[in-house]
């Protein structure tokens, strides 16, 4: 029988966890194979759907973090527990854990582009033998930004952890300026072997990016997630289309040798 890879299904949320005035997380029923970094299209009949990251992988569950910016978003915080929203996908190629097993990992991610990485984050917190070192970097605007501040916690028991905003407004434990500037201070046993994920706005990534490579790393060893407006999600509608590359379909996850060449 013939699948419609239209076709949403039903998904109960279980949970829901605020972290900013205008970012929830949404835990919500699923069951099947799923990588960090893929998404799903979350839609609620009449308002229409939005493509969103996966941002944590449980069992029988997903993680969806939402930020409240449309017609559809604005609905979809109007959900609780109990509740249930349409899913389809999930969609993408996302980040294969397997490339980052026994070598020194540097993650980087800037404001919300820390949710589609957040997997691989907490994958190698819970199994920190599997590097040789881990270091993640996370940069947002101010401390009321920050996502996830209650997995920092449990994060800088496991790993080394600089968490950094662009501008100081009051008490707060981050560190203050560009994620960029660390860059140059990460210490690592061999550079040119290490790997490198880097997530957030283009030019914090086009920047950030450079950075690695003037620090030592090699372009096959770092990997990106490029941000887009996916609507159908299989490489039908050609709204993600950058040249000849369906971002829905050939990444959002691209090693940085394919993902530099995306320009529109």
């Known amino acids: 029988m013939l699948v419609n890879e239209y076709l949403p299904f039903l998904s109960e949320i279980k949970k829901v966890i605020k972290h900013t ?3 929830y997380t949404f835990r919500l029923t699923y069951e099947g194979a799923v ?4 998404f799903f299209e979350v839609s609620i009949p009449k308002y229409g759907e939005a493509p969103i990251s996966i941002s944590g992988i449980g069992e029988g569950t997903v993680d969806l973090t939402i930020r409240r910016v449309g017609k559809v978003t604005n609905e979809i ?3 609780y527990v109990g509740d249930k929203l349409f899913m389809r996908g999930p969609y993408g190629n996302g980040f294969d854990i397997n490339n980052y097993k026994g070598k020194e990992l540097v993650i980087i991610a800037g404001g919300t582009g820390l949710s589609p990485v957040k997997g691989v984050v907490d994958y190698f917190a819970n199994h920190s033998e599997e ?13 009321q930004d920050i996502l996830f501040l209650e997995d920092f916690g449990r994060w800088q028991q496991m790993l080394e952890v600089i968490l ?13 300026g560009l994620v960029t500037q660390y860059i140059p201070e990460l210490t690592l046993k061999n550079v040119a072997e290490a790997v490198a994920i880097v997530v957030g706005p283009p030019m914090m990534m086009k920047f950030t990016t450079q950075g690695l490579l003037d620090r030592g790393f090699r372009e096959e060893n770092m990997w990106i997630s490029h941000e887009r407006k996916m609507c159908c999600g299989i490489g039908k509608c050609g709204h993600c289309k950058i040249d000849d590359t369906y971002v829905c379909l050939d990444g959002p996850v691209f090693n940085y040798i394919k993902g530099r060449q995306l320009l529109d």
Do not use: S
């Open 21 to 23: 005035d205008i970012e």
């Open 131 to 143: 590097t040789q070192g881990m270091t993640l970097i996370a940069g947002f605007k101010t401390p």
């Open 164 to 176: 950094t905003v662009d501008c100081a407004e009051g008490d707060t434990a981050c560190q203050i």
């Open 77 to 79: 915080f109007e959900r």
């Open 35 to 38: 990588k960090p970094g893929q």
